[in-house]
């Protein structure tokens, strides 16, 4: 699917509370899509994302920036969960789509069109007609953060957009691919929210390839990020993020 500007939420959430209030009414993913559009409950990751957005890189200065938190892409009905760390400074914080105008993005949809579930190899801006098949992404973190690292205040306030995320695609997800160890961790307490799953203990550990099957919730993969300090030394080759796209490709039942 094509990615739209989400329709304009009617409140915007401020704190952990109103993130959860706002999170747990969303009847469907259009109408969580706006409210996390509208998020401004981490005064840092506001102050960053609208900073970054004002000055801009000098490569980007004619170009207006998104500066707001990124919402999932992807359908509705999809079988197929790539789970992130968080948005690029000046890759989805520009351009309003998650992994779309940055190195990593090259990475991944490559592979995604390798694998059948994109239209077309690269992701340039939210009106380049890339569309997901039975394929959504999102990240774990909405705003973009500094230096990349956002706090455990941070990523706990932004957990419920995830969770109901997640509670949304029930019905049809059955594979869900966490790239790096902050997207495997933040998958756990969402087994626990959304499925009722209590966690392994201890926690399985991450690692690229891993396999975890939960009870009643989609199997686990786990994969090495798709960040420029990997792919550039060949800590994670094409060849490597094409096995584990294969494989949650055939465990999702996708032909």
């Not at 993130?19 to 993913?29: C, E, F, I, N, Y």
């Not at 774990?140 to 690292?149: G, I, M, S, Y």
Request: contains cysteine.
């Amino acid at each position: 699917m094509a990615a739209a500007v989400p329709a304009r939420a009617n409140a915007n959430a401020t704190d952990r509370a109103q993130v959860a209030q706002m999170a747990a009414t969303a009847r469907d993913l259009a109408a969580l899509d706006a409210a996390v559009v509208a998020c401004r409950a981490c005064p840092r990751l506001v102050a960053w994302r609208e900073e970054v957005a004002a000055t801009r890189r000098a490569a980007f200065r004619d170009e207006t920036y998104w500066g707001r938190p990124v919402p999932g892409f992807g359908p509705a009905d999809a079988r197929v969960g790539i789970l992130g760390l968080a948005p690029a400074a000046h890759g989805g914080n520009r351009t309003g789509r998650i992994f779309t105008g940055d190195r990593s993005g090259d990475v991944l949809f490559a592979a995604l069109y390798r694998a059948g579930l994109a239209n077309q190899p690269t992701s340039l801006s939210r009106t380049d007609g890339l569309t997901l098949f039975h394929t959504r992404i999102f990240a774990a973190v909405r705003c973009a953060p500094p230096a990349n690292k956002p706090t455990p205040v941070e990523r706990d306030t932004c957990a419920p957009w995830l969770h109901r995320e997640l509670a949304l695609l029930r019905p049809t997800l059955r594979v869900v691919v966490a790239l790096g160890q902050f997207a495997w961790d933040a998958f756990w307490p969402a087994v626990a929210a959304v499925y009722g799953v209590r966690p392994q203990a201890p926690r399985p550990a991450f690692g690229h390839g891993a396999r975890i099957e939960v009870p009643d919730a989609p199997v686990l993969l786990g994969c090495y990020h798709v960040s420029q300090q990997n792919t550039f030394t060949g800590r994670l080759t094409p060849a490597m993020l094409d096995a584990v796209l294969t494989t949650a490709r055939d465990l999702a039942g996708i032909e």
